[in-house]
């Protein structure tokens, strides 16, 4: 890989943090749901950039079995259920990471931390205000 090509992915990587920062300030669920729809489908766009298939077969499945569950918690309106989806979140999210981690793919490995403390950080909003509810 190049350096140019190693910078871009970089700054993608970064653009894509700097983005979930920006989509998890408080929103209605479907604007929430649309914008992190938007910024996995540019992790997905990089991970189909990765040269074996396998890797990117494996990264879009954990990236769908996230946003099923992301969409599920935000319908949800019981804590009990939003507790047990914001742990299943976080689960598939550090696989997520891990998987990128154990395949030596540095900059995908930084795009999916992003995803998961983000995703993190939106089951903890989601669960504060059921509970404040």
């Known amino acids: 890989m ?9 700054l993608a990587g970064v653009a894509i943090g700097a983005g979930l920062g920006v989509l998890f300030a408080p ?16 992790l997905v766009k ?5 040269d074996k298939d396998e890797i990117k077969e494996k990264i879009q ?8 569950e992301i969409k ?9 259920i939003a507790k047990e989806k914001a742990e299943i979140i976080k689960k598939k999210t550090s696989d997520l990471v891990k998987y990128a981690k154990d395949k030596g793919t540095p900059i995908l490995e930084s795009a999916a931390e992003s995803v998961r403390e983000k995703a993190i950080e939106v089951t903890k909003e989601v669960l504060n205000k059921l509970e404040n509810k």
């Open 27 to 42: 929103k209605k669920g479907s604007e929430t749901r649309k914008e992190l729809k938007e910024k996995i489908d540019e």
């Open 61 to 68: 499945n954990k990236i769908n079995e996230i946003e099923v």
């Open 46 to 50: 990089k991970a189909k950039d990765l």
């Open 2 to 10: 190049s350096k140019k090509k190693g910078i871009g992915k970089l």
């Open 72 to 80: 599920d918690l935000d319908k949800e309106k019981v804590l009990k």
